[in-house]
């Protein structure tokens, strides 16, 4: 019995653990980016890491300047921003 209750104490901190910014950022790391909720999905950081060249740096800024203008939306919703001004800059230098 405390075999199981250890199991659910150590699954629940782990639970909490990932929603905070410091899980997310290991999530990040690991591979688990899709399953974390608000984060940007592995499509939307590969599309923009080659919009930026490949250049995580450039992408970082994108990001960057999308969280000043809106902190209060998530890591997706900066992403789809980013891709967005990404998709403007595309027309406006092709018209």
């Not at 905070?20 to 984060?39: E, F, P």
């Not at 940007?40 to 990001?63: M, P």
């Not at 209060?72 to 967005?84: G, K, M, S, T």
């Amino acid at each position: 019995m405390s075999f199981v209750i250890l199991a659910l104490a150590i699954g629940v901190t782990i639970a909490v653990f990932a929603t905070t910014t410091a899980g997310r950022k290991i999530a990040k790391r690991i591979g688990l980016r899709d399953h974390v909720s608000g984060a940007a999905t592995s499509e939307d950081v590969s599309y923009l890491l080659s919009a930026c060249g490949g250049d995580r740096s450039a992408l970082e800024e994108r990001i960057e300047a999308e969280r000043l203008r809106y902190p209060a939306l998530d890591e997706a919703d900066h992403y789809r921003r980013a891709i967005r001004k990404v998709f403007v800059e595309k027309e406006s230098g092709e018209g």
